[in-house]
């Protein structure tokens, strides 16, 4: 009889899938879900999607690829990325060309993106964010227990809000960037990897001189 879908999948056959597979322990939690606790047809889930073959690449050196850029209708959001890949053959293909196309309208449709992953937001940050959570007022009656793992909640998902690789793929919502990526690995082949990135908005920074028509109108009129 098979297993309920709703059913929890146990630790043991999480473990067991990943070092089968390669994959992650939450991809591989989701494939044993999807497919009722049933290892093989995990796995061929897992296959499917290009995440095993994926993380079993992700430990590969990927230092060739391309650096491109993409500019808005209208010039007023520039991106510059670099995505990495591990040979010159992949980086020539169109299809790579075309996802790197796509991760650079990425950045440029994600304002509040400033980080590739969540790993390489500075600890200072965290911090930081971790203080002003503490202090706010709707944690004042709460346990101490509870209220570590809201404010760990909420660093998490302000981490993932500025994350790159955790946004929404905007062509298609259902996947991340991250899934995007690893589909591509699976279809390329190779290694894949956002490296960095730099995103410009006309005017950033610059300190605007703000008038008062009203003000310029009355100065008019006692000259």
């Known amino acids: 009889m098979a297993k309920d879908k709703t059913a929890s999948v146990s630790a043991q056959d999480v473990k067991a899938l990943r070092e089968k597979t390669g994959a992650g322990m939450m ?50 959001v520039g991106v510059l990325v670099e995505v990495n890949c591990e040979t010159d053959f992949v ?13 650079a309208m990425q950045i440029a449709a994600c304002p ?41 909640g909420r660093i998490d998902k302000r981490l993932k809000e500025i994350s790159l690789m955790d946004q929404p793929y905007i062509k298609d919502q259902s996947i991340d960037v991250n899934e995007l990526i690893k589909n591509a690995v699976a279809q390329l082949g190779e290694n894949i990897k956002v490296r960095r990135f730099s995103r410009f908005t006309l005017g950033e920074g610059i300190e605007k001189e703000e008038s008062n028509f009203a003000d310029e109108v009355a100065a008019q009129m006692q000259k």
Not at 125 to 140: A, H, N, P, T, Y
């Open 27 to 76: 991809d591989c939690k989701k494939a044993l879900t999807e497919n009722n606790g049933d290892m093989e047809k995990a796995v061929e889930w897992l296959r499917q999607k290009g995440i095993a073959s994926a993380e079993k690449k992700a430990g590969r050196v990927a230092a060739e690829g391309l650096v491109d850029s993409y500019i808005h209708t209208g010039g007023r």
């Open 91 to 103: 980086a020539r293909r169109d299809e790579f060309k075309s996802l790197v196309r796509d991760i």
């Open 112 to 152: 509040n993106v400033e980080y590739v992953t969540t790993d390489d937001v500075p600890k200072s940050f965290v911090e930081k964010e971790k203080g002003i959570e503490m202090g706010r007022e709707d944690l004042g009656n709460k346990p101490d227990n509870i209220k570590e793992k809201i404010i760990q």
